[in-house]
Every structure is written in structure tokens, then in C-alpha cells.
């Protein structure tokens, strides 16, 4: 969609708003792998992945760098609506050219809050909570529009009864077990966790959370070692509630999609007082990822824990000015 030949060009300000809000997304280790790239006369923000950091064990197809960068997106999407823009995204624009994963239009147009309501203080809200949950059941109400999130976006929200959150836990298990004993795997989580303020990147030891005294809930243990900042094991949720973002197809396509609707969900869970967190493990082992779906058709993207609950710790976020290409 072309923009009208008089359309002023977007202020500085608004796009710094922008990307703010996009940089705010979840990413694997806190690695935050965009850059942006603005075009104000053209008014466009086109965002690249940054081949340099990536987790080649955890993640050799890059797939959660692409979901990552789908979430930053989908963040951009909602504080577009708020600065009364209305965006126009085109996922993979340029064929010859792979690193452009993004490019959004901002078209002039009122602001659209109807379709995301208190998504955007969402934004600032969201953090992922690595603490033992009360146990209260979600509404189902809630559970019903977090669903209907994820099927806006083109993806679709697996909800496991007890026995399936059982089975999918012990696969997260499983996985956990294997990165223990795999010191390549340990090595390279170890890398991304670092002291408190030593900068933007990374995740702080302090928001590691604890580990599940019971053992029901398999948290991930980023370190492999005992902790500098060590946190006594707790009792977790006895009933664990859980949410698998899926889509039909595995392509580089997919995982962007994935990553908007992963984001949607996770704005929708916040603004309703909900806390997340995530479940990764099974997804970084090819047989146990596909295990996850219990032989279901589709593909397992993300894997979500959601309850009531503590709010997680702040990590940190890049500046504005060095996330932006020059």
C-alpha cells in the first residue's frame, strides 16, 4: 500500500516512541536481535535481525531470533495505534535481501484502540515472573480472549487439561535434564546471564528465579552452577497452567507470526493481572518439541506457564540510539 505523495514526514520523536516499545519485547536470553531502520519521509521502520547473536545449540534455525523480532513488531503495531498511526506490515519484504525480516508503513488515521485495549501500558508492564505461582485458576474468560489473540495473529493457543500439563512438563523435564548434562548447552546459557548492571544485554542473576521445590515445575536453570545471588528452592502451583503458541507450518514465515501472536497473548495475560513465563527447554530438542503437541498436527512455537503470582524482575533494555542503524 502506497502512501499519499503529501504525507508529511513522521516525527523523530514518534519513531523513538516506537521503537521504544518495540525494543520492550521477550527475547531468548534478553539478546535482543533487531536493528531498525527509519525512513521518516517515506514513513517506514524496517527491522533487521542481528546475525551475530544467536545461540547456535539453543537455537541453530534462528527460529526464536524470528519470534523475538515478531513480538517486537507486534509491540510497534499497538504504540502505532497509540500515536494515531495506523501501520501496515509486511512480513520478509524483500526476497534478495533475507536480513530484512520487517518493514512498517505508518499511515496517518485516528487512534484504533479498539481491538487492543490496555495493550500498550501492557507493553511497560510485561516481565516474566520465574516464581511459584498461587494456584488460583485463570478465568476462563481470560483464557478465551488470550485464545482469541493468538487466532488473530494466525497462530492458535494449545490449552492442555491436568494430564496433558503433566505429560508436557515432563518433556520440559527432560529437557532440562539434557542441558545439565550437555556442557556445550551450559556454556553457552551460562554466557548470556550476567551481574546487575553490567548492561542492556543478557540476564541479570537476580531475575533467575527460583526452582521448584517439588520438582513439578522445571525451571530453567540458565547456569548449571551454583548461584552467586543463590535463591532458596519454593514450593510451585500444584496444577501448573499452561499455553502452547502453535502454528499450521515451520517456516521463517510462521515463526514471525508466531512471535506476534506470542506477544498478543502475553499483552492480553498482563493487562489482565495475569503473570507469564516461559518454558523453553522441550523446544530447543527437535524429538521433544515435536513431542509437545502429543500428536496433533502442527508445529509448537512457544511455551507458556501463566497464573497469579509476583510480578518478575526488570531486565534491561538496549537504548533507543543503539538499536537504530545509521
Do not use: K
Amino acid at each position: 500500500m502506497s502512501l499519499p505523495e503529501t504525507a508529511a514526514p513522521v516525527r523523530a520523536g514518534i519513531l523513538d516512541s516506537l521503537v521504544a516499545a518495540a525494543v520492550a519485547a521477550p527475547s531468548m536470553y534478553n539478546s535482543q536481535p533487531w536493528r531498525f531502520s527509519a525512513d521518516p519521509a517515506a514513513r517506514t521502520l524496517g527491522i533487521r535481525a542481528v546475525p551475530g547473536w544467536t545461540a547456535p545449540l539453543a537455537d541453530p534455525w534462528r527460529r526464536a531470533q524470528y519470534l523475538a523480532v515478531g513480538a517486537a513488531v507486534f509491540n510497534l503495531r499497538i504504540a502505532a495505534a497509540e500515536a494515531g498511526l495506523t501501520p501496515a506490515v509486511e512480513l520478509l519484504p524483500e526476497p534478495r535481501d533475507p536480513g530484512l525480516l520487517a518493514r512498517v508503513a505508518l499511515h496517518d488515521g485516528p487512534p484504533d484502540r479498539s481491538r487492543h485495549p490496555r495493550l500498550y501500558d501492557a507493553i511497560r508492564q510485561r516481565r516474566s515472573s520465574r516464581m511459584p505461582f498461587t494456584g488460583r485458576p485463570v478465568p476462563e474468560g481470560v483464557v478465551a480472549r488470550m485464545a482469541a489473540g493468538a487466532r488473530a495473529e494466525g497462530a492458535r493457543l494449545l490449552l492442555p487439561d491436568i494430564v496433558g500439563a503433566r505429560r508436557i512438563l515432563a518433556l520440559t523435564a527432560e529437557a532440562e535434564r539434557r542441558n545439565h548434562v550437555d556442557w556445550a548447552r551450559v556454556r553457552e546459557s551460562r554466557a548470556w546471564v550476567v551481574p546487575p548492571g553490567a548492561g542492556p544485554y543478557g540476564i541479570p542473576v537476580t531475575a533467575l528465579g527460583a526452582q521448584d521445590a517439588r520438582g513439578r515445575v522445571p525451571m530453567r536453570d540458565f547456569t548449571g552452577a551454583p548461584r552467586a545471588y543463590p535463591v532458596r528452592p519454593l514450593p510451585f502451583e500444584r496444577h501448573p497452567q499452561l499455553a502452547l503458541v502453535c502454528t499450521g507450518y515451520d517456516r521463517p514465515l510462521d515463526w514471525l507470526r508466531a512471535g506476534q501472536a506470542l506477544e498478543r497473548v502475553l499483552l492480553l495475560a498482563t493487562a489482565h493481572g495475569v503473570r507469564t513465563s516461559p518454558l523453553h527447554q522441550a523446544l530447543e530438542w527437535p524429538d521433544l518439541r515435536r513431542a509437545l503437541l502429543g500428536g496433533r498436527s502442527g508445529r509448537a512455537q512457544f511455551l507458556i506457564r501463566f497464573g497469579y503470582g509476583p510480578q518478575g524482575a526488570l531486565t534491561p533494555r538496549a537504548a533507543v540510539t543503539s538499536v537504530m542503524a545509521h
